[in-house]
Structure formats: C-alpha cells, structure tokens
C-alpha cells in the first residue's frame, strides 16, 4: 500500500518517540516505526544525541550552585520586604496566625537604622531567629571597638599605649564578628539582610555562617591578593570563591575609610619588624590611601578603558559628568565587554553602568525593566568587592529607584 | 543558641509552598535545593554564559516566589519554575539580541574554553568527542530552537508544559522540536564530516 512507504512527518515521529500522540495516532505511527529502519535510525539518532547532551556537566562554576542559596535568600527578602507594603502589620506571619518570633521588632529597627535601601515601614521580614538580637548586640559593639579602636591610633591616645599594638580594630572587631560567626553557623539560615547597610557592607547579602572570625587585619591582607586575582577572575569566580563576611567586610571597609593603606596593615599585623612598626607609628597620616582610593587609581581592564575614551565616559558613572546620549551609545559594547568576560575587575563599573543605561528607557510600571535595572544594581554592590565607590553609588541609585 | 534548621528534604513540594506562604521563608530554601542544578542548566544552555544564566536563576526564583499564591499544588513544582527560568531567559536573550553575538566557544566564568570545561575523567576521548560535538551543535540552533530542545532535553517537559514556557501553541512546539532536533542532527553531521575530511 503506497502509505507503508510514505514516511510520517518528523513531528509526528518525533511526538511518538516521546509518547505525546493520541493513541489512535499513536498506533499508526508505531506500526509505520516496527517496519522502517530508515525511521527508526532517525529517531535513534536523535535519541543517541540528547543523551549525550544530557550528560554533559553542569559547567556551573565551583560552588556557585551551593552560593545560590544565599543570593536567592538576599533577592526573595527584598521581594518580601516591597510585597508587605506600607503598612505591614507583623512581619512573616499569615493573617490571623499565631506565629510570631522572637526579633521581629529588633530587626526591624535595625533596618530601620540602618536605612538601607528599603524603604522604612516596608518590611515584611522573613521568619526570624532568635540569635538575631545577640547578633545586633554585638553587631553594635564591634562597631563601637572599630571606631574606638580608630579614635586611640590616631589621636593622642596612641603615644600612650604599647606599640605593640599599632593596628585598630582587629583584635575587638574580631573577636566580636568571630562569635557572631559562630551564633550564626548554630543558628542556621535567615532570609533578611540584616543591618548590612549600618556594617557597611553591600546590602542584599546575608552574612555568611562561620566566616566572620576574620579581623580587619586579615581582611586587609588577604584584600591586595584578592584585587591582583581580580584582574584575572571574572566576576562570578569571585564571588562564588568569597562567601560574603559582611561582619569582617564591615570591619574592613571601616578600616579602608579610616586607615592605613593595606599593604601597611597587613605588614603590622603579620607581626612585622620593629622598624616598619616605627615608620608607622611615624608617618602613618602620611601614606593614608583608603582601599576605594588605591582601587581607583588601579589600572582600568583595557576594554573597559577603551570604552570609556572612546564615549567620553568617567570610570565610574556620575549624573553629572555621563550624557544620556553617551550612556546610550555605550551601552551595547558594556553589555558585550561584560558577557565575553573582559571587564575583569571593572564588572561592578559595568554593571552599574547598565543600569543607568537601562534606567533611561524606563518608565514608573514597566516591571521588566524594573527587575533588570534592580538586578544591575545589585549585581553591581555583590561584585564591587573593595571598589566602596562603586557599591555606594549603586546603592544610592538602587534607593531612589521608584517603582 | 540558634535555632536549627528543620530537615525537610523528604516534605511534597505542595507542602513546603504552604510554609512559605504561611509565613515560613526559609522554607523556599528547599524549593532552591531541589531545582537549582535543572535550573542553571536550562538557563546556561538558554542563554549560553554563565552570567546571564546566573541573572536569569536569580530572577526566576524570586519570580516563582511572587507567583507561589498561584501555583497549582497538584503540579510538581520543578516543572513549574523550569518555566518560569525558560522564559526568563528566553527574554535574556532577547535583550541582549541586539549585542554582537557571543562566541561560541566564549570563555565561562572561570575564564576556561568549552573545551577545558567538558571533560570529564571518566568519558573516553570518543564520548567526548561526540559531546562537544552535540554541544557545538546546539549552539548553532536560533535561540527558539535551542530553547524549546533545551526544556524537552535538560527540563523533560511534555509538550504541553513547554508550551506555556513559551507561550506557543502545543502544535508550534511540535514543530519547532522537530526543526530543531533536524538541525541538530544535520549541524553534527557536518561537523563530524568535516572533522573526517581533514583527519589524515
């Protein structure tokens, strides 16, 4: 009969091998299959090539899927905190339930103080642990030690206490954030960010369990290599290969605000010679340079610099001194830099540059446009790392962002 | 002395939605757990860099977590949510569309070639010739074709989920399956011929 020799379509072959016919179809097709090899050595070709694309790994870069979590947890505590609304009665508890933590109040204040960059009375908290009042508590007592710590290095004080002790902050804000660290590991997972904008650090974060032992001393040692990998790294490596210590990267940026250039805390903490601690104690005003400053002046990735020359744009972006026309113009060669890669340690710049390009197509109630300008911005305060100029601009802009 | 995380690896997925409407945040945590790898493969395979594929998980679940009041609790929710990463990065994609277009062999997020990223010490050189085949492949599908073979071959949806992914009709999917899986075939056909022809 001339249909045994009329192939079907490859739809129907193709919705037969995956057992989406009809049964009456689904008949026809199979008789057809049993007696065409041609058929059925395209299906099984077919087949042999989506199991070979099914085994193919992952490639997600070395712990990115164990980070998403916290990531996704800073991202859905935001969602939750704008879904509330104004007037958000009690925060993570179903209408009518009984449910309430312990800490609900405290975090809120403490977001409140914080002022970060959601928006007061907003708050529709994640279920919250009860660890989470020690943790402000303790969270305001290193803050306290840093500055005290800052205030005894470089007033008067300093001439009266050994010199044994040059560095600030390391020793209390360690100890502090190193029990922090451990009331967090017990404590397991919050979904908030919590008081990271008060820290210091880059909201949207939590703070990671059990690394926040790291003072601000070893923070500023490990930063320089941190930056020279940089260059190399791109951006996600990083941020995949750094869970977050917001705690010990408050520490630090307090450090990087008030302080040394990191090279000479580094080489005060590590237990240096008598004579480097004298030429600190001696010129430690002189050689001041905050990290934000030494990140500044690094040397910009080449595409990114050419970038820059080539639209007149300032490394990083500025309402005052970045046309729309230039922003616009620029912005397909930032989106192409970012994706191949090669904005190396300029990612955060990139990023933020995106979103100010994308915020001037943006229109109050496109939420496509919305969730992009907001995930530039973010992405931009996670990738920042030392560059502090860069993550503040991008909070502060991430703030005035209306909805 | 915090409070320890509750174990509810082996709690239904209908139930775990429940907590985190109810109230239970962190619940969403297990919803992460379990999706996360299919997740990051579609976006990856969608939209072919790891950056945009991590933009694309992110924004997924934070979406899935604004639309949780509507999910069906008599679906499974890792189908569900692979619809919502597919048509996350279909519009990836689509934003970036007017870029110039990323190499195929673009360097991944820790700076290695496809090549460097593929192997694996248990595949023979054959095997794995055959897979950076199949992958060279499928890159060279249009985004529509790479994603509608993408849900059906990482997310193992039927036909019917991955039209609403797409917002197609199921007989478009039908089709554009078959188009693209004909194009698959027929793009490593040739490069396995071209490989053959240039071999001493």
Redesign the interface.
Known sequence: MKNDFQHP???E???FR?G?LLPEKRAIIEAHVMGCSVCRS?ID??SS??A???????????G??ES??E???A???V??SE?AGEEAPVV???EG?E?RRGGVRLRERRRDDAGARRERGRVKE??V???AAVLSTVSAAAAVLVVVAILIKQGPYQRMITPKVPTVASPSAGGEGKREGD?????????GTVSDKAAGGAPGKKVAAGAPGKDAGVAAREKPAEETTRG??????KL?QAPEDRLGKAADQAAQKAEPAPEQLGSVNQGESSESRERLQQEPQASAAPRSFARMSQALAPGYAAILSRFGLPPIWNAASVSPEALANAE?EL??L????AAGSDSARVRLYLAEAVRQRYAPGDS?LY??IQ?HYH?AIDLAGTDVETARVAEERLRTLGK | MGEKKPDRTAVPDAEIVQLVLGGEIDAFDELVRRTRRPAYRLARRITRNHEDADDVVQDSYVKAYRALARFDPNRAFGPWFLTIVARSALSQIRQRARRATVPLDEPGADGTTLAERIPDAAMDTAAMQRLMDAEEALAKLSDEQRAVLALRVDGDLPYGEIASALEIPVGTVMSRLARAREALLEEVEKLRAERFRRSP
Do not use: C, N
């Open positions: 379509q490859s739809e072959l193709f919705a995956d989406e395209f070709q077919v090539l989506e070979e694309l099914r085994q193919s790994p992952d490639r997600a870069p070395t990115y899927l998403l979590h990531k996704v947890r991202r859905i505590a969602a939750a879904a993570g508890v179903p339930g449910r994640a279920p642990l009860p660890w009331a967090r590991g017990e404590g397991g997972v919050t979904l190399a790294a791109p951006p996600m490596a995949d397909p989106r192409s970012y994706v191949s890669g496509t969730d992009e995930r992405r």
